[in-house]
């Protein structure tokens, strides 16, 4: 709606008014979306957003905004703010946009939202309590504002949220709930009610008077200030418009940081020793300052700067310095050390080396600019192991399968050499520890960075405790589910979505009560709505199980397809099941699904290969039983043991030509080692009763594989005996008795240990 009386005056640069040496714990998350695809667009939504960005920067907050976001760019806006809220941050939220209530809770829409099923609540809307909950998990006090209490763009719409499917209609204005402690949640209106967008060009009246407030009094009290707010908006809008808080700080909080209120003839972000002069004139035995200086340092979420620009500057001691032009890319700030903050964004890592730039200029000493370039070298370990959406992490990531295992374990040992202080370090380590299958390694590393406060150690940790994939009677990693969900539950706390989605994940497949399936239902939505592949698969999967309490399968494939969206191979995965056993209620697709299965095999997916070589077995697709085989070993190589079983069946039934006795045996062994019990007794019956020449042939042909120059004749000579003991003593593996199947079964085993699966994918 528009109200002509709206408030001027707000966009007077607070720059004019105050100091402004921002500092890395506080921190503001700002959007602004005016133009949507499919409903009524807003005057002044992205105006609002800017100048409160503005705004915010001018007071001394780190900013983080976007404007006209759609749900994918509202995911990618949240995982940035999760990798730079530190602990003890302070945070602000603001929201201009469209925004409507369902039920008992309230959605932020992103500018693509299009409610064309009543199952597409989850993927095509933001939770509000679930922004708040996220942003002030790790941080200290959190305050929200909105302004999207508009007319509600789908009247007489009615959508599902939560598992029953219940559905709801939608409503303007938004409900109350409760928020977190030490936060406050200033809505544009009240309850129920509809707010005003204002004139076109302008602010909304909202808007507007909360920028006049922070320019009149920027160090009000929050409740004061909002207070104060309140009454601007009611006078502006003729009583037609009340804006409405919910508070629950127990101290007090100021949009202006304590150290910003300074006289306006203060010098924003200066800092120095006392003893330093304040003049730019080099002493009697001081060379000049340079015009440019460049710092070689290493990047980390925190670069001190201090003790390397001074050095470069020709300096014993940092004389006075402050910002006038600030870094493009972080954040140099004066809290008494010089320090750089880098922004932290996700960055797929494909080298081992890698330099990060920013510059940024200084006054020193009162008078002289120097260009400070930053050079900052990337540690190997956090190239070759970072993980994905780290709380904890620079942002370089890698997936499980793209981890160069050999690489990843040396860099980060000798990473944790130089500072074993630093957890990241060692929950990387862990990460190729695993990959080497080295569990446990990867579990001791897990749990010590996890004691250590590293937020996603404790979910690596809780997985291996859970995990179905270790063989905990050759590794000494113990069973333990209640520790698991104790970690889950302290990496929840801090918003970890991956935490989120194992713990969800369980109780939804095992809940007893119904409120145990719910929180399992809302644990892994609320991942989902982050970009959590995972949980977007689990809940497909979730609703498509046609022996299942909930099956819906519209609702499933809105999962599945938002996560296909994402380029996960899971979902490509879920989505050729879908086809294949026509899942969405119409007829098989047998080309849609080998097409899903190609692109979730191509991707690295362990068990699509077998899906493809089955579906060419039983005539589904026009392929040659060698094209079958192939894709059957290829599974096997990524350790299904299906793959491995599956390809000595076609073999030894003379279903495809080319292959002899002996090369299915050597993939039966292979899958024989390999954790799904049922494959690897089908591999054990494959095996038995075969003759010994067969045994023996493919005993030499594993060992060719394994680099073992052996003539395969049928014969266990003494050049086959010394390199099976040279293979065995090599894996750590005891001797095996003398016969054929004995030997060849321990030699598949080293050479699993030589080749380890990847159980991180499965």
């Not at 006209?68 to 990618?76: L, P």
């Not at 309230?106 to 939770?127: G, M, R």
């Not at 120097?370 to 070759?384: F, I, P, T, Y």
Request: hydrophobic residues 40%; aromatic residues 8%.
């Amino acid at each position: 709606m528009r109200l002509g009386a709206h408030l001027a005056g707000a966009a007077v640069s607070l720059a004019a008014l105050f100091g402004s040496p921002a500092t890395a714990e506080r921190i503001a998350v700002v959007v602004g979306n005016q133009d949507y695809e499919t409903v009524n667009d807003l005057s002044n939504a992205r105006a609002d957003a800017r100048r409160m960005a503005e705004t915010l920067r001018e007071m001394g907050f780190v900013v983080f905004d976007d404007y006209d976001v759609d749900r994918e760019g509202f995911e990618t806006l949240m995982r940035q703010s999760i990798l730079n809220v530190d602990e003890g941050a302070e945070i602000v939220f603001f929201y201009a946009g469209h925004g409507i209530q369902i039920g008992r809770r309230n959605y932020l829409l992103p500018t693509d939202v299009a409610f064309d099923s009543i199952y597409d609540l989850p993927v095509e809307s933001i939770t509000l309590d679930r922004v708040i909950d996220l942003l002030s998990a790790r941080g200290d006090v959190h305050v929200a504002m909105i302004d999207a209490c508009r007319e509600n763009p789908f009247p007489d719409t009615k959508l599902a949220g939560e598992l029953d499917a219940s559905l709801f209609e939608t409503r303007s204005g938004f409900d109350v709930f409760q928020t977190p402690l030490n936060s406050l949640l200033a809505f544009s209106t009240a309850p129920g009610m509809v707010a005003y967008d204002g004139e076109e060009g302008g602010h909304s009246p909202y808007t507007a008077a909360i920028l006049e407030a922070m320019r009149e009094h920027p160090d009000a009290e929050a409740t004061e200030l909002f207070s104060r707010v309140r009454a601007r908006v009611y006078e502006a809008t003729g009583g037609r418009q009340v804006p409405w808080e919910s508070s629950t700080l127990v101290r007090p909080f100021t949009f202006l940081s304590a150290e910003a209120r300074q006289p306006e003839s203060a010098t924003p972000e200066t800092t120095g020793t006392g003893g330093a002069r304040s003049s730019s004139s080099p002493g009697p035995d001081e060379p000049p300052l340079p015009e440019t200086v460049t710092l070689t340092l290493p990047y980390d979420r925190s670069v001190a700067l201090g003790p390397a620009l001074a050095e470069a500057l020709g300096r014993g001691e940092l004389p006075p310095v402050s910002v006038v032009e600030r870094a493009a890319n972080g954040l140099v700030t004066m809290n008494g050390a010089m320090t750089y903050a880098p922004t932290i964004t996700e960055r797929r890592a494909d080298t081992l080396a890698q330099t990060v730039t920013d510059s940024v200029t200084l006054e020193v000493g009162g008078g002289a600019r120097v260009e400070v370039n930053l050079e900052m070298e990337v540690n190997a370990c956090d190239l070759a192991a970072g993980d994905a959406l780290d709380p904890g992490g620079v942002g370089f990531y890698r997936l499980p399968n793209e981890i160069p295992v050999a690489e990843a374990r040396a860099a980060c040992s000798a990473a944790l050499e130089a500072a074993p202080d630093v957890a990241r370090f060692r929950y990387q380590l862990g990460r190729a520890q695993q990959a080497a299958a080295d569990y446990e390694a990867a579990f001791r590393s897990f749990r010590h960075a996890a004691d250590a406060g590293h937020v996603r150690a404790m979910y690596a940790t809780a997985r291996l405790l859970t995990s179905q994939q270790v063989d905990r009677d050759l590794f000494d990693v113990p069973e333990d589910r209640a520790r698991a969900n104790a970690l889950l539950e302290r990496g929840i706390a801090a918003g970890d979505p991956f935490a989120m989605h194992l713990l969800g994940r369980f109780l939804l497949r095992n809940g007893e009560t119904d409120a145990e399936l719910e929180r399992g239902f809302e644990l892994l939505d609320r991942a989902a709505e982050l970009g959590h592949t995972y949980s977007m698969n689990e809940l497909g999967v979730y609703f498509l199980n046609t022996d299942g309490a909930h099956f819906l399968p519209e609702r499933g494939l809105r999962y599945l397809r938002a996560s296909a969206a994402r380029e996960d191979i899971y979902g490509y995965h879920n989505l050729g099941f879908v086809e294949l056993y026509a899942l969405d209620g119409g007829e098989p697709d047998y080309g849609a699904a080998y097409a899903w299965f190609v692109r979730a095999a191509e991707g690295g997916h362990p068990r699509a290969p077998a899906d493809l070589g089955r579906m060419i077995v039983r005539g589904q697709v026009d392929e040659s039983p060698r094209e079958a085989v192939r894709w059957y070993d290829m599974g096997l190589a990524r350790g299904d043991g299906w793959g491995g079983v599956n390809a000595a069946n076609m073999i030894l039934n003379g279903e495809v030509t080319g292959f002899s006795t002996a090369e299915a045996l050597v993939r039966a062994a292979k899958a024989l080692h390999l954790p799904d019990e049922e494959a690897a007794a089908r591999a054990r019956a494959q095996i038995a009763g075969q003759t010994e020449r067969d045994l023996a042939r493919a005993i030499q042909r594993l060992l060719n594989e394994l680099g073992e120059e052996v003539t395969v004749d049928g014969v266990i000579g003494p050049r086959t005996r010394a390199a099976i003991e040279a293979r065995i003593v090599a894996a750590g593996l005891p001797q095996p008795g003398s016969a054929p199947s004995e030997m060849l079964t321990a030699l598949a085993k080293a050479y699993w240990a030589e080749n380890p699966v990847r159980s991180d994918l499965f």
